[in-house]
């Protein structure tokens, strides 16, 4: 197995991203270092791996502060170091230290196609109706994200559901490359599958349940930063849209109720429970009784990781070091996939 997934470098992880993907990534790294302990005290050769980036070539799709984009890049670092990524277990980078990405992505660009690229939901949502307006990069972004998963022949992509359509066209775009330029026995990449959680694939914002907590949403009451501290939390709980009506025993009871939905389903993904035993326990009380025990539960996961955050940001040449060793390990690894690729091409290189 390889798991390769990214994250962009702009504005703050919140709880979407961590209960959407970044959890995933700290299990399945864990998960596959004790497979490889396992295999190696079988006397067998591990082959599992995990990479995880820092997406800063995507961040320039959108108008960017290249100072705040400097800022972002080491504080995302820091962010996945506490929230569990090991880089002694993973191998944890920015794309911009490995150009092997640039150019991949060129290369692929001869394999998408215009109409894959226009029907992505993302780029209709950034875009809206100003298509003219925006960047070439916003338009080929999910052909730089293909690049991203098929330079390290990456089997398993922990995302949330809103990646999951860029995914699906990482996989169109492997398996015509290898249809037009390789042979069935000897394809150049490797068809990554998504892997989305099946609790907390979309949390959503706390302002209005019909949208996705983002990073981009104006207001910052709309999302949980993981680096907000106690009192912040219990504010932006208590603040978060809800209706009168007490909640419901069963899940199918909260169809018509987007925001109450989402915050039992937050508390389901924290406690790592159903959304129904959750209703379980709180079916019949009301928002004054189950906002105050979210708000704690959510205070006791953040508090270990906005700690180790704050403390790994003092030691900016550490996170530089961490970086700098990721990107070299990733580079080795993407050579050998980027030269296949311009060999099935037909590009001369000398
Ligand atoms: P990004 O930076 O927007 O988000 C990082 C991860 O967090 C997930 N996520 C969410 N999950 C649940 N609920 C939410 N509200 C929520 N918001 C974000 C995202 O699905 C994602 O998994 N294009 C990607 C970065 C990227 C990438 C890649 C990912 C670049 N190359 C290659 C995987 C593989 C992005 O902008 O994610």
Same mark, same amino acid.
């Given at each position: 197995m390889r798991v390769v997934s990214g994250i962009q470098p702009t504005g703050n992880l919140h709880l979407g991203n961590y209960l959407g993907a970044i959890r995933n990534w700290v299990r399945m790294q864990d998960d596959m270092e004790d497979a490889n302990l396992a295999q190696a005290a079988e006397g067998g050769s591990a082959h599992n791996q995990c990479l995880f980036f820092l997406a800063d070539l995507h961040a320039i799709s959108m108008p960017h502060d290249p100072a705040e984009l400097k800022k972002g890049t080491l504080e995302m670092a820091a962010a996945l170091v506490a929230c569990g990524i090991d880089p002694?277990?993973?191998? /944890?980078?920015?794309? =911009?230290?490995? $150009?092997?990405? @640039?150019e991949l992505q060129? /290369?692929?660009g001869g394999t998408a196609r215009m109409g894959w690229l226009n029907r992505m939901t993302q780029w209709k949502d950034k =875009? #809206?109706?100003?298509r003219e307006g925006q960047s070439v990069a916003l338009f080929t972004? $999910?052909?730089l994200q293909a690049a991203d998963v098929l330079l390290y022949q990456a089997t398993h992509v922990p995302v949330g559901e809103d990646q999951k359509q860029h995914l699906e066209l990482a996989r169109d775009i492997a398996q015509k490359f290898n249809n037009d330029f390789a042979s069935e026995d000897a394809p150049v990449f490797t068809l990554p599958d998504p892997i989305v959680p099946p609790q907390a694939a979309r949390i959503m914002s706390l302002r209005d349940g019909s949208k996705k907590m983002s990073k981009s949403d104006v207001s910052d009451m709309s999302r949980i930063n993981l680096a907000d501290n106690a009192d912040e939390v219990m504010k932006k709980v208590k603040k978060a849209k809800?209706? $009168? &009506? $007490?909640?419901?025993g069963e899940e199918k009871g909260l169809e018509d109720r987007p925001e109450a939905l989402n915050l039992v389903t937050i508390y389901a993904a924290l406690t790592d429970r159903s959304v129904n035993d959750v209703l379980g326990e709180f079916g019949g009380e009301g928002f004054g009784t189950f906002k105050p025990a979210l708000g704690e539960m959510l205070v006791e996961t953040l508090r270990p990781i906005s700690a180790r955050f704050n403390e790994l940001l003092e030691d900016r040449e550490a996170l530089d070091a961490i970086l700098a060793r990721g990107a070299a390990q990733a580079r080795e690894?993407?050579?050998?996939?980027? #030269? =296949?690729?311009? &060999? @099935? /091409? #037909? /590009?001369?290189r000398g």
């Amino acid at each position: 197995m390889r798991v390769v997934s990214g994250i962009q470098p702009t504005g703050n992880l919140h709880l979407g991203n961590y209960l959407g993907a970044i959890r995933n990534w700290v299990r399945m790294q864990d998960d596959m270092e004790d497979a490889n302990l396992a295999q190696a005290a079988e006397g067998g050769s591990a082959h599992n791996q995990c990479l995880f980036f820092l997406a800063d070539l995507h961040a320039i799709s959108m108008p960017h502060d290249p100072a705040e984009l400097k800022k972002g890049t080491l504080e995302m670092a820091a962010a996945l170091v506490a929230c569990g990524i090991d880089p002694a277990k993973s191998v /944890l980078f920015n794309q =911009a230290q490995v $150009p092997q990405h @640039a150019e991949l992505q060129w /290369l692929l660009g001869g394999t998408a196609r215009m109409g894959w690229l226009n029907r992505m939901t993302q780029w209709k949502d950034k =875009a #809206g109706k100003n298509r003219e307006g925006q960047s070439v990069a916003l338009f080929t972004y $999910p052909v730089l994200q293909a690049a991203d998963v098929l330079l390290y022949q990456a089997t398993h992509v922990p995302v949330g559901e809103d990646q999951k359509q860029h995914l699906e066209l990482a996989r169109d775009i492997a398996q015509k490359f290898n249809n037009d330029f390789a042979s069935e026995d000897a394809p150049v990449f490797t068809l990554p599958d998504p892997i989305v959680p099946p609790q907390a694939a979309r949390i959503m914002s706390l302002r209005d349940g019909s949208k996705k907590m983002s990073k981009s949403d104006v207001s910052d009451m709309s999302r949980i930063n993981l680096a907000d501290n106690a009192d912040e939390v219990m504010k932006k709980v208590k603040k978060a849209k809800t209706d $009168p &009506e $007490p909640l419901p025993g069963e899940e199918k009871g909260l169809e018509d109720r987007p925001e109450a939905l989402n915050l039992v389903t937050i508390y389901a993904a924290l406690t790592d429970r159903s959304v129904n035993d959750v209703l379980g326990e709180f079916g019949g009380e009301g928002f004054g009784t189950f906002k105050p025990a979210l708000g704690e539960m959510l205070v006791e996961t953040l508090r270990p990781i906005s700690a180790r955050f704050n403390e790994l940001l003092e030691d900016r040449e550490a996170l530089d070091a961490i970086l700098a060793r990721g990107a070299a390990q990733a580079r080795e690894i993407a050579v050998p996939t980027l #030269g =296949a690729t311009y &060999e @099935a /091409l #037909g /590009l001369v290189r000398g």
